[in-house]
């Protein structure tokens, strides 16, 4: 299969549903390691779900024995955030054994900030949530929201809870969900060690279901391949089941403007 042995640089995949996109990404690993000599330690599989993450760990195992993929790592997005930040807690003003906030974590930090009529709104906590959840997804930090103009008076409220919400964050030495994308992205972005480190570490990137990525999750993909570009993507742009956390199908055409060497194959 062509989609499995092009290693020459940049490759995405385009499938529809059902047409083997998962098996693309568990045979080219299989490829990488038996056939062209990397390290397993040196691939990296990411998805979007734990689900997803462990179906292909399941495909990975019937294809490879256990010490040939030992190091292999397959996580989504989140929990290869979380490596990253793990390794460099420090330096984004975190402490050793920094905590995970989940969304109703997040929902009852966000009350706090709010008058008690509008607190007890579960509509209301849940939209400011979602709007914050949005910037943090677009890479908008608190000050960037604050010098643009409100269109609305939710907009208004949540720029305003903004900068408290992730100050909090701080003072209870903990992180969102968005954070563990958003954080490796500002800390590879300002920190060339770091991005030396782990571009050395990731030698081929292959992502499942690429038309569900964000712009943060995109930003974080560009930094980890680097120049060598070495990465195989697979996708189907008919299918965005994200849009509402901002998935951006347009990053399998941004991927084409990016990387002008990119190599496009369809399965039918």
């Not at 929990?79 to 054994?97: N, Y």
């Not at 809870?161 to 100050?167: A, E, L, N, S």
């Not at 930094?223 to 990053?251: H, M």
């Amino acid at each position: 299969m062509a989609a499995v042995k092009y290693i020459d640089g940049p490759l995405l995949v385009l499938a529809g549903a059902g047409s083997g996109k998962t098996r693309v990404i568990t045979q080219k690993i299989a490829y990488l390691i038996e056939q062209c000599g990397y390290a397993a330690h040196s691939i990296s599989a990411v998805t979007f779900t734990n689900k997803a993450a462990n179906e292909m760990r399941n495909r990975i195992a019937s294809v490879l024995p256990a010490a040939t993929r030992r190091g292999l790592k397959v996580a989504t997005f989140h929990t290869l955030g979380l490596s990253i930040l793990k390794r460099d807690a420090a330096i984004c003003g975190l402490k050793r054994g920094f905590s995970i906030f989940d969304s109703e974590d997040c929902l009852n930090l966000l009350r706090g900030f709010l008058p008690t009529s509008r607190a007890s709104d579960k509509d209301v906590v849940y939209q400011l949530q979602q709007q914050i959840s949005k910037w943090k997804n677009d890479l908008l930090s608190p000050d960037d929201v604050l010098r643009r103009t409100a269109d609305t008076d939710l907009y208004a409220e949540a720029a305003s809870i903004y900068p408290q919400y992730q100050q909090s964050l701080q003072a209870y030495n903990a992180v969102d969900f968005d954070d563990l994308i958003r954080l490796p992205v500002r800390l590879l972005h300002e920190n060339s060690h770091c991005l030396e480190y782990w571009q050395n570490k990731i030698r081929h990137l292959l992502i499942d279901e690429y038309q569900d990525s964000n712009i943060c999750q995109y930003t974080l993909v560009k930094l980890l391949v680097g120049t060598r570009a070495g990465f195989t993507v697979v996708g189907d742009d008919d299918q965005s089941i994200y849009a509402w956390r901002g998935a951006r199908p347009e990053n399998l055409a941004q991927l084409q403007i990016d990387y002008p060497q990119l190599k496009i194959i369809k399965l039918e």
